[in-house]
């Protein structure tokens, strides 16, 4: 029991890091990124492909950097692993771009982030590890599939919007995309990294709100969301119960995986439907 | 629980497609049904949970109607009956978490109370106190600690291999008396913790135990991941109660002590009064002994004087004899009349006079010497003596009964010493020394009350009533002076008669 055993001194207060410093750079290098990404999608031929791809790795090599940094407290480490991360992050939307199965590379993320991470106990901080409760992957599961089908369900049902898979290759590489960037990097920095600080100073809800209204300004920003009224609605219903929910698997199992498998199959539905 | 209750849901979802009526049907109102029911038996989580799910049930259904119909008053009502389900579950539950919370409270407080009331040494009260604390705040360790001193190991209960270290935070809340808050034990500057971090926040929580009359002690409370909204209070509220039973439990020892040594007195005084009791009866076996003596002897001689005709110098023998005993006799009555005076509670008139001890020593130790010539007498005076102001007879009584003593209890050709010195103070110290049988260190404490005479073999022969010691120190009191003893079996005895100038 610490509270009987450890060292304790009222004074000391934890010495102050410069996250907020890092953050910014890397908030200026992701509008950097974006931005010159978009300035080369202007430019045509393979330099759209190449500008989709740099944006892509900008925002979501970014995220995976900001989770780092808060976690990491600054440390020189977390820059190496970032860079090398937006690095393969990078490759993959090249190859994703360029090739009709290039998207599978998306695959190799996660378990090159495993990889990266082995070293670094302090993440366990924010939930990085397997769960203790085997049982939460299945809930996991069964919540982004649940969501998921529920969204199938009820825009076609209203909207009349289809579900179909139009090509396997495209729905695949899409999944893949999910896998390996979008739902890994929104885990890794909202639930992991932001939504675990907060947690350990404002409470459950506190935290939960604040990283699930983050994670929706995410969504509702992303230039992939369509822009019908009715459809960012529903995204807002639906990544808020997602967000929340995989918070709620975050604080149940101490774990970020079965909140990311709840990601992984709510957006393997979504890629389902057609939204026009 | 939740799957008997979603399969309710979905039963009644069902019954709402086929019926084909939506958004308005009357079933909508079904959904509430497992919802507060769920949110009665599984509060506000399972409630909300239950809510969301029922409102996700019926979004199929409702939306499509809202969306070919537009926002009619029946799509209203139908978007009410989507929000309702999970605020009537998370409401209902919170109500639930609330009540049943206070009944744990309540609860906790009362077995807390129990357990500090039971027969038991303390730290197993406290060891069942912290349990029952734990259980009611749903804590993940709980560290009992009575005592303010960080110092001092204080007496309490904690989790198995943890021990009170001094400069942790419960050493510092128990020497100051304040709380300490921690939202996270890991990232709390203040902690210097070993070990990898957890993937929960380790909330902890010290709050000083006062029942108004200062600190007890403190309540060390441990929580890992999430911490019920109002358990501080709750804490707070159980510190409070632990103090008072801690306060109560401590009373209940002092009060059972204190009837202990009571009892313990009035046994003592009660075996004091049988031993006063025998010894009265004793007493008066011995007076009557020692009264019908000399009684017997004046008979005998006086009757041979009046029945015979006895030769002169017979006559003057028998007449010696029965000055001897007469004196004896009136010794007795003279120790007969000091103990009734000393039983009533009167000083004995005492008639003060400019003495010289030397000179009534030498003379008491030549009229001793004269009738115990198997012993030896020596005398010394240290140096000058100051005169006392003393009464004559009861200065001579003193010194008869303690050369009497010393005489009596040693054996044949012993020496008795006596020594006489100034003291400090204007005071003279006499001491009279022997090498008789001595007195056992047990029977030291009551060798001046009345009645006592002490229990040896090799003195049963010696008579005496229990009666000089005693009056020894009244008279010594009534002169404002005082008398010890120093003795061991076999060495001796040495008393010492302090008196003043």
Same mark, same amino acid.
């Given at each position: 029991?610490?509270?009987?055993?450890a060292?304790?001194?009222?004074?000391?207060?934890?010495?102050?890091?410069?996250?907020v410093?890092?953050?910014c750079v890397?908030?200026?290098?992701?509008?950097?990124?974006?931005?010159?990404?978009? @300035?080369?999608?202007?430019?045509?031929?393979?330099?759209?492909?190449?500008?989709?791809?740099?944006?892509?790795?900008?925002?979501?090599?970014?995220?995976?950097?900001?989770? &780092?940094i +808060?976690t990491?407290?600054?440390?020189?480490?977390?820059?190496?692993?970032?860079?090398?991360?937006?690095?393969?992050?990078?490759?993959?939307?090249?190859?994703?771009?360029?090739?009709? @199965?290039?998207?599978?590379?998306?695959?190799? +993320?996660?378990?090159?982030?495993?990889?990266?991470?082995?070293?670094?106990?302090?993440?366990?901080?924010?939930?990085?590890?397997?769960?203790a409760?085997?049982?939460?992957?299945?809930?996991?599961?069964?919540?982004?599939?649940?969501?998921?089908?529920?969204?199938?369900?009820?825009?076609?049902?209203?909207?009349?919007?289809?579900?179909?898979?139009?090509?396997?290759a495209?729905?695949?590489?899409?999944?893949?995309?999910?896998?390996?960037?979008?739902?890994?990097?929104?885990?890794?920095?909202?639930?992991?990294?932001?939504?675990?600080?907060?947690?350990?100073?404002?409470?459950?809800?506190?935290?939960?709100?604040?990283?699930t209204?983050?994670?929706?300004?995410?969504? &509702?920003?992303?230039?992939?969301?369509?822009?019908?009224?009715?459809?960012?609605?529903?995204?807002?219903?639906?990544?808020?119960?997602?967000?929340?929910?995989?918070?709620m698997?975050?604080?149940?199992?101490?774990?970020?995986?079965?909140?990311?498998?709840a990601?992984?199959a709510?957006?393997?539905?979504?890629r389902?439907?057609?939204? @026009? | 629980? =939740?799957?008997?209750?979603?399969?309710?849901?979905?039963?009644?979802?069902?019954?709402?497609?086929?019926?084909?009526?939506?958004?308005?049907?009357?079933?909508?109102?079904?959904?509430l049904?497992?919802?507060?029911?769920?949110?009665?038996?599984?509060?506000?989580?399972?409630?909300?949970?239950?809510?969301?799910?029922?409102?996700?049930?019926q979004?199929?259904?409702?939306?499509?109607?809202?969306?070919?119909?537009?926002?009619?008053?029946?799509?209203?009502?139908?978007?009410?009956?989507?929000?309702l389900?999970p605020?009537?579950?998370?409401?209902?539950?919170?109500?639930?978490?609330?009540?049943?919370?206070?009944?744990?409270?309540?609860?906790?407080?009362?077995?807390?109370?129990?357990?500090l009331?039971?027969?038991?040494?303390?730290?197993?009260?406290?060891?069942?106190?912290?349990?029952?604390?734990?259980?009611?705040?749903?804590?993940?360790?709980?560290?009992?600690?009575?005592?303010?001193?960080?110092?001092?190991?204080?007496?309490?209960?904690?989790?198995?291999?943890?021990?009170?270290?001094?400069?942790?935070? =419960?050493a510092?809340?128990?020497?100051?008396?304040?709380? =300490?808050?921690?939202?996270?034990?890991?990232?709390?500057?203040?902690?210097?913790?070993?070990?990898?971090?957890?993937?929960?926040?380790?909330?902890g929580?010290?709050?000083?135990?006062?029942?108004?009359?200062?600190?007890?002690?403190?309540?060390?409370?441990?929580?890992?991941g999430?911490?019920?909204?109002?358990?501080?209070?709750?804490?707070?509220e159980?510190?409070?109660?632990?103090?008072?039973?801690?306060?109560?439990?401590?009373?209940?020892?002092?009060q059972?002590?204190?009837?202990?040594?009571?009892?313990?007195k009035?046994?003592?005084?009660?075996?004091?009064?049988?031993?006063?009791d025998?010894?009265?009866?004793?007493?008066?076996s011995?007076?009557?002994?020692?009264?019908?003596?000399?009684?017997?002897?004046?008979?005998?001689?006086a009757?041979?004087?009046?029945?015979?005709?006895?030769?002169?110098?017979?006559?003057?023998?028998?007449?010696?004899?029965?000055?001897?005993?007469?004196?004896?006799?009136?010794?007795?009555?003279?120790?007969l009349?000091?103990?009734?005076?000393l039983?009533?509670?009167?000083?004995p008139?005492?008639?003060?006079?400019?003495?010289?001890?030397?000179?009534?020593?030498?003379?008491? #130790?030549?009229?001793?010497?004269?009738?115990?010539?198997?012993?030896?007498?020596?005398?010394?005076?240290?140096?000058?003596?100051?005169?006392?102001?003393?009464?004559?007879?009861?200065?001579?009584?003193v010194?008869?009964?303690?050369?009497?003593?010393?005489?009596?209890?040693?054996?044949?050709?012993?020496?008795?010493? =006596?020594a006489?010195?100034?003291?400090?103070?204007?005071?003279?110290? #006499?001491?009279?020394?022997?090498?008789?049988?001595?007195?056992?260190?047990?029977?030291?404490?009551?060798i001046?009350?009345?009645?006592?005479?002490?229990?040896?073999?090799?003195?049963?022969?010696?008579?005496?009533?229990?009666?000089?010691?005693s009056?020894?120190?009244a008279?010594?009191?009534?002169?404002?002076?005082?008398?010890?003893?120093?003795?061991a079996?076999?060495?001796?005895s040495?008393?010492?008669?302090?008196?003043?100038?």
């Amino acid at each position: 029991m610490d509270l009987l055993t450890a060292p304790f001194e009222v004074d000391r207060r934890r010495r102050a890091t410069p996250v907020v410093g890092a953050l910014c750079v890397v908030g200026a290098l992701m509008l950097g990124g974006v931005a010159g990404g978009q @300035w080369l999608e202007r430019q045509g031929g393979l330099g759209r492909e190449l500008g989709l791809a740099v944006e892509g790795a900008a925002v979501h090599g970014g995220f995976i950097a900001q989770g &780092l940094i +808060i976690t990491l407290a600054g440390r020189s480490a977390g820059a190496a692993i970032a860079v090398r991360m937006a690095g393969a992050l990078l490759a993959a939307f090249l190859l994703g771009h360029l090739a009709p @199965w290039g998207s599978l590379a998306f695959l190799l +993320i996660p378990p090159l982030l495993v990889h990266e991470c082995r070293g670094h106990p302090t993440l366990r901080r924010i939930g990085f590890l397997a769960p203790a409760r085997p049982a939460s992957l299945l809930v996991g599961f069964a919540v982004g599939t649940f969501l998921g089908g529920h969204l199938l369900i009820t825009s076609s049902l209203t909207f009349g919007y289809a579900i179909s898979v139009v090509t396997v290759a495209g729905y695949l590489s899409a999944v893949a995309y999910d896998v390996g960037a979008n739902a890994l990097s929104a885990e890794f920095l909202f639930r992991g990294a932001l939504f675990s600080h907060w947690w350990r100073h404002w409470g459950f809800w506190g935290a939960a709100a604040v990283s699930t209204a983050l994670t929706l300004v995410r969504y &509702l920003l992303d230039p992939a969301l369509p822009e019908a009224p009715e459809a960012r609605a529903g995204a807002i219903v639906y990544l808020a119960a997602l967000a929340l929910g995989a918070a709620m698997l975050r604080a149940w199992s101490g774990s970020l995986v079965p909140g990311y498998l709840a990601s992984v199959a709510f957006f393997a539905a979504y890629r389902a439907l057609v939204v @026009w | 629980m =939740v799957t008997a209750a979603l399969g309710v849901l979905l039963a009644i979802t069902a019954a709402m497609a086929w019926q084909g009526v939506v958004p308005i049907s009357p079933l909508r109102h079904l959904y509430l049904v497992p919802v507060a029911w769920a949110a009665l038996r599984g509060g506000a989580r399972a409630g909300g949970l239950l809510g969301l799910m029922a409102a996700f049930f019926q979004m199929p259904l409702v939306l499509p109607a809202i969306e070919r119909a537009g926002l009619t008053g029946a799509a209203v009502e139908g978007l009410v009956s989507l929000a309702l389900p999970p605020a009537v579950g998370v409401l209902a539950g919170l109500l639930r978490d609330e009540s049943r919370a206070r009944a744990r409270r309540l609860e906790a407080l009362i077995e807390i109370e129990r357990c500090l009331a039971r027969e038991a040494p303390l730290p197993l009260r406290l060891d069942a106190a912290a349990a029952v604390v734990c259980r009611g705040l749903n804590a993940t360790q709980v560290g009992l600690l009575v005592g303010t001193s960080a110092e001092m190991p204080a007496l309490g209960s904690a989790p198995p291999g943890a021990t009170l270290t001094p400069g942790s935070a =419960v050493a510092w809340s128990l020497s100051t008396g304040r709380s =300490v808050r921690s939202p996270d034990l890991a990232t709390d500057g203040r902690f210097t913790l070993a070990g990898s971090p957890a993937p929960a926040p380790r909330r902890g929580l010290i709050l000083p135990m006062d029942a108004g009359a200062g600190p007890v002690g403190a309540l060390a409370l441990e929580w890992r991941g999430e911490v019920a909204a109002g358990t501080d209070a709750a804490a707070a509220e159980i510190a409070l109660h632990l103090a008072l039973g801690i306060e109560n439990a401590r009373l209940t020892l002092r009060q059972r002590r204190f009837a202990e040594e009571l009892e313990d007195k009035v046994a003592a005084a009660t075996r004091r009064l049988r031993e006063i009791d025998q010894a009265k009866s004793e007493f008066l076996s011995v007076v009557s002994h020692e009264l019908r003596t000399p009684l017997t002897a004046l008979e005998g001689f006086a009757e041979l004087l009046l029945t015979r005709a006895v030769p002169p110098e017979r006559a003057a023998r028998f007449l010696r004899h029965i000055h001897v005993e007469a004196r004896r006799l009136g010794r007795i009555v003279a120790e007969l009349l000091d103990l009734s005076r000393l039983e009533v509670g009167v000083a004995p008139d005492l008639k003060r006079e400019p003495l010289e001890l030397a000179a009534h020593v030498e003379r008491q #130790l030549e009229l001793f010497a004269g009738v115990h010539p198997a012993h030896r007498f020596s005398w010394k005076a240290e140096g000058a003596l100051p005169a006392l102001r003393a009464d004559r007879d009861a200065l001579d009584r003193v010194l008869q009964n303690l050369l009497s003593n010393a005489v009596k209890y040693s054996p044949r050709g012993g020496e008795v010493r =006596v020594a006489a010195r100034a003291a400090a103070d204007g005071l003279v110290e #006499l001491r009279v020394e022997d090498e008789g049988v001595g007195i056992p260190t047990t029977e030291l404490p009551r060798i001046f009350d009345k009645y006592v005479r002490i229990a040896n073999q090799e003195t049963t022969s010696v008579r005496g009533l229990g009666l000089g010691l005693s009056l020894v120190r009244a008279l010594v009191e009534a002169h404002g002076g005082r008398i010890d003893v120093e003795s061991a079996p076999g060495k001796g005895s040495v008393f010492r008669v302090i008196l003043p100038a």
